[in-house]
């Protein structure tokens, strides 16, 4: 029998909701509490969700001794203070990306972590979905021959509005870390790190982006052609093209079900692969199964992997804003 564990969300964003329905799907795990700045809010969520307890202050739910795990759904600007804040308490923590605002802040996260000798994870759910696993898998195993270039696009049409956190550079908006981590994310898992990155972009009409265009490099000569926009409907796809055919994870590829195999020789396969739940399920999951082998880090999803995406991050969103 496995440990249950107490589930503990803080922030009532959207995305909490759908990371609420995903951990019913886990028997080990228990939906114990929530925290919100606002007492309604948090009580609206606990009766939705049918969570335990309800807390109209963060530092509250993190004095409780039965809390194990914290996700973190709060506004992109936040993730760095609430990780921090988490960590001190000494609760296992599973970050909703992007991992922090830049850099220097996940450095710091990490360091803080190993010294405290807690469990820390970017919730990058697309990392564990079965799908992208078969994807990459089928990558490695040269179904398409050597796999030489990705093109991957993730774009929708959202009209412009100042306050919104799409747009508003205090909350960390902008297509780049919102959903351009997808495309960027996408590359690194299959070909790792670039060696060399070039970026046009477009600004909104404040300090942050509406379409950018990304070209990657990667050490085995391998290109990545990627692109993120709020003002167009992109095909959200990702092909990744070999000598011998591509390989296709249909839209949207970030929450893929099925992928096609098309080989140079005529031959196609279209697969879709089985899953569970609504997604994020997966990724808790993972952060238990960690926690049952005393992991503090997720050897899947590890730290030095977020630590090289917000690098990636970083220096595509310095050189978009040479068009800002």
């Given at each position: ?7 503990a969300i803080l ?9 609420a ?13 929530v925290?919100?700045r606002?007492?309604e809010?948090?009580?609206?969520f ?11 202050s963060?530092e509250d ?9 914290v996700y973190?759904?709060?506004t ?15 609760k296992?923590?599973?970050?909703e ?5 830049n ?30 696993v078969?994807?990459?898998e ?10 030489l270039?990705?093109?991957?696009n ?7 509005d100042?306050n ?7 909350l960390?908006?902008?297509?780049i870390?919102?959903?351009g ?11 790792g ?10 600004p909104?009409?404040?300090?942050t982006?509406w379409?950018t265009?990304?070209l ?21 796809e ?8 591509y ?26 692969v089985?899953?569970?739940g609504n997604g994020?399920?997966y ?6 199964n ?5 992991l503090?880090?997720s ?5 030095s ?7 990636v ?12």
């Amino acid at each position: 029998m496995k440990k249950k564990y107490n589930w503990a969300i803080l922030g009532v964003s959207r995305i909490a909701n759908k990371f609420a329905n995903g951990l019913k799907e886990l028997p080990n795990a228990n939906c114990y509490a929530v925290a919100s700045r606002s007492q309604e809010r948090a009580e609206n969520f606990k009766a939705n969700h049918n969570f335990e307890k309800a807390y109209g202050s963060y530092e509250d739910m993190l004095a409780d001794p039965q809390v194990d795990i914290v996700y973190i759904s709060t506004t992109n600007n936040l993730h760095f203070e609430h990780t921090m804040m988490c960590i001190k308490a000494g609760k296992a923590v599973l970050c909703e990306k992007p991992f922090a605002s830049n850099l220097e802040q996940v450095e710091k996260m990490i360091a803080k972590a190993r010294k405290k000798n807690v469990f820390l994870m970017e919730a990058l759910w697309s990392r564990f979905l079965p799908c992208m696993v078969k994807f990459k898998e089928l990558a490695e195993n040269k179904a398409i021959g050597k796999p030489l270039l990705l093109q991957c696009n993730f774009g929708f049409i959202s009209p412009f509005d100042p306050n919104s956190r799409l747009y508003d550079p205090a909350l960390g908006g902008g297509s780049i870390p919102d959903i351009g981590i997808y495309p960027i994310f996408t590359a690194i898992y299959l070909f790792g790190t670039p060696t060399d990155i070039k970026v046009m972009s477009v600004p909104a009409p404040a300090e942050t982006d509406w379409t950018t265009s990304i070209l990657l490099k990667h050490k085995g000569k391998e290109i990545s052609m990627l692109t993120s926009s709020f003002e167009t409907i992109l095909d959200n796809e990702a092909r990744l093209y070999g000598d011998g055919g591509y390989l296709k994870l249909h839209s949207m590829f970030h929450m893929p079900t099925k992928l096609t195999v098309k080989r140079n020789d005529g031959g196609e396969e279209e697969i879709h692969v089985y899953s569970t739940g609504n997604g994020y399920n997966y990724e808790a999951a993972e952060v238990m199964n960690c926690l049952d082998k005393g992991l503090t880090e997720s050897p899947e999803m590890p730290l030095s992997f977020s630590l090289e995406l917000m690098k990636v991050l970083d220096e595509v969103s310095r050189k978009a804003k040479k068009d800002f």
